[in-house]
């Protein structure tokens, strides 16, 4: 399964499943999936997707963990974060049915890998490496793999190598840089070239996408190095098209039929921009700009594209997605009947008038403090991954449905509301309070009647 192939690496938000059928549609033999924490997994809620004809696997709030369909079900590998055997063997147990293989990320030198004793941090610690790998193995019903980061000490990395081999694993891919080095420095062929002549079970180069363009890089790649398969993360970023036999297709042909697989699996909008910010410099000699910025819609993108019709089309033409109906649901159970909804207009460019200035939420507090007010509390509640404001005063509790895009937004939100609702006079004061604007124009000298902070004092 692993010998003679080129491979998708696993990438955190690009790696999605639209991104891994256009890979494997251009030639790529196996797409690794983004990593996904093996506790996340396990309190994920498994969901058949008729709408999509996907199998997902969401997080309580309804936000996505994890999504696959029969399409790749025989070339896609999933990728966990652990850092005990326990929680590994009991996301091996729920996610095997549905893919072709598992593998556990030891190379990842993130900080929210280091910290939860997760990615490169296994790497110095042989013993808990050994216990993890084992007990997948034992359980396990398909292939277990490892990708790991080379150490500091060649001697240690070539040692850690043969114990991974001695647990069992089907196969081992190295990215030849070590959890310090950036991946703008050259990658270690040298040790990986070691590696292989080491060990019995195939080895997956990984980190050569500085040094490859095309399909016959690869395979000459593989070839120097003795190596079984070559994994790009970076160069099939650029262009999925990189596995072709026949060369790399024009980068806006590659985007049109990503874009295609996005529509037909309902991608959210801040995987879409994470994912195309990649090709935005291929579309510089375009009459039109591409508009890439926090407002922007997917339907605004399919649209650029020239995909609205078949975006249009495929809407009208499938039942809802099993996520949204759960969302919906979700949303209804964590509602409250006693709540006082409040609704005004709000955008993003409200908040933006307020730069530079006091915020709804600032100003509010000052007058509660003015006035007396000082049992009001703001929190935030969020629902894949829109959030929602809420401020409790004296036993009610208002809120303002958004959506709304990060939490403070929310917690503005319901402030400005609340404000607009109890004819609460809006002013923008500058910080300093040397000043007060009436409008974006007028500026008008502050006074003891006009600033709550002065009124305070």
């Known amino acids: 399964m692993f010998t003679n192939k080129l491979i998708l690496s696993p990438m955190v938000r690009v790696g999605c499943l639209p991104f891994r059928l256009v890979c494997l549609k251009y030639g790529a033999d196996l797409a690794y999936a983004e990593e996904v924490i093996g506790q996340r997994l396990c309190e994920a809620i498994p969901v058949k997707n008729d709408g999509l004809g996907t199998m997902d696997f969401l997080d309580p709030d309804g936000c996505l963990c994890f999504r696959t369909c029969d399409e790749e079900k025989d070339k896609v590998v999933f990728q966990m974060g652990v850092s005990d055997a326990e929680t590994a063997v009991k996301t091996a147990q729920i ?34 490496v050994k216990d993890i790998l084992t007990s997948l193995v034992n359980v396990c019903t398909i292939p277990v793999t490892c990708k790991i980061r080379i150490l500091q000490d060649e001697a240690d990395t070539l040692a850690l190598c043969q114990l991974i081999e001695s647990t069992g694993v089907s196969a081992l891919t190295v990215h030849g840089r070590t959890r310090y080095t950036t991946s703008r420095q050259p990658c270690d062929y040298e040790i990986i070239s070691k590696i292989k002549k080491l060990l019995k079970i195939p080895v997956i180069l990984n980190g050569a996408s500085l040094d490859v363009k095309n399909e016959v890089d690869m395979r000459r790649m593989m070839s120097e190095t003795g190596v079984d398969g070559v994994m790009l993360a970076r160069a099939a970023w650029s262009n999925p098209s990189v596995f072709r036999k026949e060369g790399p297709l024009p980068i806006k042909e590659v985007v049109t039929q990503y874009m295609k697989y996005c529509i037909t699996y309902e991608v959210p909008l801040h995987i879409l921009k994470y994912t195309i910010v990649k090709f935005k410099g291929i579309f510089k000699d375009d009459d039109n700009h591409f508009p890439i910025s926090r407002y922007i819609t997917c339907n605004e993108v399919y649209k650029f594209f020239g995909l609205e019709e078949f975006y249009e089309n495929l809407k009208g033409s499938r039942p809802e997605n099993a996520q949204t109906t ?11 009947p006693t709540h006082v909804v409040l609704t005004c207009e709000w955008t993003p460019e409200i908040l933006q008038s307020f730069r530079q200035a006091v915020a709804p939420l600032q100003m509010l507090n000052q007058w509660f403090d003015v006035n007396g007010v000082c049992t009001q509390k703001f929190s935030v509640s969020e629902h894949n991954r829109t959030f929602t404001g809420f401020l409790k005063i004296d036993g009610e ?16 939100a319901v402030a400005y509301a609340y404000m607009i609702k109890h004819n609460i006079e809006i002013r923008y004061y500058k910080r300093s309070c040397n000043s007060l604007v009436k409008d974006a124009n007028q500026k008008i000298k502050c006074t003891d009647e006009n600033c709550p902070k002065r009124v305070k004092s």
Request: charged content about 25%; glycine content about 6%; overall charge positive.
């Open 397 to 412: 509790t208002f809120v303002t449905d958004g959506p709304f895009k990060n939490k403070k937004m929310a917690r503005q």
């Open 326 to 336: 759960y969302q919906k649901n979700k949303r209804v159970k964590l509602s409250d």
């Open 95 to 128: 996610i095997q049915p549905y893919v072709a293989a598992i593998d556990v990320n030891m190379g990842c030198p993130k900080s929210y890998s280091i910290k939860g004793n997760m990615g490169a941090a296994l790497l110095t610690q042989p013993e808990l």
